[in-house]
């Protein structure tokens, strides 16, 4: 059987869990909620970068993304900080989810990836 590892294993959560050469990652929320959407969004993006490193891979293998957004008017914004980010050419599948709300009230987004190594 393959190994499971761990990065940043908490009592509720893990911040990535690697296994059986697939990267999974928890829903990554903003740092600073005095921001709008396009840079709460490149905030999460960052971090999704950072853990996938940890991990041994990048956003080149990202097999899949799931966005929650609390406002559908923040799609335009969001959308502009992801297509920045986006390497041409390794567009991931994505599905995009309007959500009522998220733990904090301040978030305007939350993405979740999963990712090759």
């Known amino acids: 059987m393959a190994a499971i590892q761990r990065l940043d294993c908490g009592s509720r959560l893990s911040e990535a869990v690697v296994h059986n050469g697939t990267v999974y990652l928890a829903g990554q929320v903003p740092e600073d909620t005095s921001v709008g959407a396009k840079e709460q969004t490149a905030s999460v993006l960052k971090q999704i970068d950072e853990l996938l490193a940890r991990a041994g891979t990048d956003k080149t293998k990202i097999l899949s ?35 009522t709300w998220l733990a904090d009230p301040g978030w305007k987004v939350e993405i979740v990836v999963t990712a090759a190594l």
């Open 65 to 99: 993304a799931q966005v929650f957004l609390v406002d559908k008017a923040d799609f335009p914004a969001m959308n502009e900080a992801w297509d920045e980010w986006v390497p041409a050419g390794h567009a991931p599948t994505r599905a995009t989810v309007g959500v």
